[in-house]
Every structure is written in structure tokens, then in C-alpha cells.
């Protein structure tokens, strides 16, 4: 199955590209790697899930951010390889910042909502080295932030 139609047999779409706000850009290709700048909860061009897991939203809703972070990825990843996910040799590394109290301990259960997603979009190929740590702040005051790292 392609994971275009993995992606619709989950119910999911992947929304339009959103550019960077700073002096950056979304994503570096050398030679059969693929480098992910931080990447955020966006929608239609606005940061959804603003505020903190663990204080304004729970580990679920925590959850439901790092898999939209991943949708802009994959949809930065799609439009870098011509439309061809395909290309997807695997997944290597995410890193998974969450925005969080100091008192909050289940960043790995945050950063499941990502790394359950690469699972169910790229099967075996999508199982990824990981790291998760607590900030104490994220740009526009986000939920969630997550990085990636793809062999093509």
C-alpha cells in the first residue's frame, strides 16, 4: 500500500505546506538524508494547541499535537520529493520538544503520538531512534515541537 492511501485508509490528510516565520528552512537533503527543522502544530498557516501538556492540555491532547507536527513534516517530506512518499526509505530520528510544567514527567508518552503515527504510515520502515525532553517554552507559546530525520 502507498502511503498516500496508508495515509487516507487512516483518515488522515496532510495539510498545506507552511513556511518557516524566521531565517531558515523546513527541511536540508544531503546526499540520502533528509533533515527536519523543528517543525510545529500548524494549521491553515496558525499554531494550534497553544499552551502547556500536563497544565492546559492533557497527555492525549499532547498527543494529538506531536501527530500534527508529523502530518506538516510529511506534507514538507512530500513536497521535497516530488510528490513521492514512496521515496521513504526509513525513518531515522525524531526529537520531540514538549512544552510542559516543570513538575511534568510523560514527555515518551507525548512523543508516542508522533512516533505511533511514523509507525502506522511508513510499517517497519517508520520505527525511529527517539529523544523527548520538557522545555519550559516553545515558539508562540505551542504545545509541541518535533524534529526528524529520513533516509530516502
Given at each position: 500500500m502507498s502511503v498516500d492511501a496508508k495515509l487516507s485508509s487512516l483518515g488522515l490528510t496532510l495539510p498545506a505546506v507552511t513556511m518557516p516565520a524566521a531565517n531558515y528552512v523546513p527541511y536540508s537533503i544531503s546526499g540520502n538524508m533528509v533533515y527536519f527543522?523543528?517543525?510545529?502544530?500548524?494549521?491553515?498557516?496558525?499554531?494550534?494547541?497553544?499552551?502547556?501538556?500536563?497544565?492546559?492540555?492533557?497527555?492525549?491532547?499532547?498527543?494529538e499535537c506531536a501527530r500534527l507536527c508529523v502530518l506538516n513534516i510529511l506534507s514538507h517530506?512530500?513536497?521535497?520529493l516530488g510528490g513521492d512518499l514512496g521515496k521513504v526509505k526509513r525513518v531515522i530520528r525524531l526529537g520531540v520538544f514538549v512544552n510542559a510544567p516543570a513538575e511534568f514527567t510523560e514527555h515518551p508518552k507525548v512523543a508516542n503520538g508522533a512516533s505511533d503515527l511514523m509507525v502506522g504510515v511508513f510499517g517497519d520502515?517508520?520505527?525511529?531512534a527517539r529523544f523527548a525532553v520538557?522545555?519550559?517554552?516553545?515558539?508562540?507559546?505551542?504545545?509541541?515541537?518535533v524534529d526528524a530525520t529520513f533516509e530516502i
Open positions: 527543522s523543528g517543525t510545529l502544530p500548524m494549521k491553515d498557516g496558525k499554531p494550534q494547541f497553544v499552551g502547556k501538556i500536563g497544565a492546559d492540555f492533557t497527555v492525549e491532547q499532547g498527543q517530506l512530500k513536497n521535497a520502515s517508520g520505527k525511529h520538557g522545555v519550559s517554552g516553545l515558539p508562540f507559546g505551542v504545545a509541541v515541537e
